[in-house]
């Protein structure tokens, strides 16, 4: 059973920093795209950044310059670091990855539970 375990929320002030973390644990055959999502009280979930395997990356107009995602391929990591953080953040973060469970399968989605990062004075 393929499973993505989130790590790093928590409450921050204005222009601070804070750092995701999420992990693939389980048998897997491949990884292929993982991003980050969030979601605000009220709002659809939209994409924050994504990364594929070979590095690309692409980010939501409102955080570039800000965040910036990266990953482990070796540890089946995938990161975000977020920097000068707005109350507009706020909201949970959500990992997903694309996962090919074994040779045979196709590639399926899977999601973190989900972390809570808030942005106040």
């Known amino acids: 059973q393929v499973q993505l375990v989130e790590s790093g929320g928590g409450s921050v002030q204005p222009g601070g920093s804070l750092r995701l973390s999420c992990a693939a644990s389980?048998?897997?055959?491949?990884?292929?795209?993982m991003a980050w999502y969030r979601q605000a009280p009220g709002k659809e979930r939209e994409l924050v950044a994504v990364?594929?395997?070979?590095?690309?990356?692409n980010y939501v107009d409102s955080v570039k310059g800000r965040f910036t995602i990266s990953r482990d391929n070796a540890k089946n990591a995938v990161y975000l670091q977020m920097n000068n953080l707005k109350p507009e953040d706020t909201a949970v973060y959500y990992c997903?990855?694309?996962?090919?469970?074994?040779?045979?399968?196709?590639?399926?989605?899977?999601w973190g539970q989900g972390t809570q990062v808030t942005v106040s004075s």
């Open positions: 997903y990855a694309a996962i090919q469970p074994n040779g045979y399968s196709s590639y399926s989605n899977y």
């Open positions: 389980g048998r897997m055959f491949s990884i292929n795209t």
């Open positions: 990364i594929r395997p070979g590095g690309s990356t």
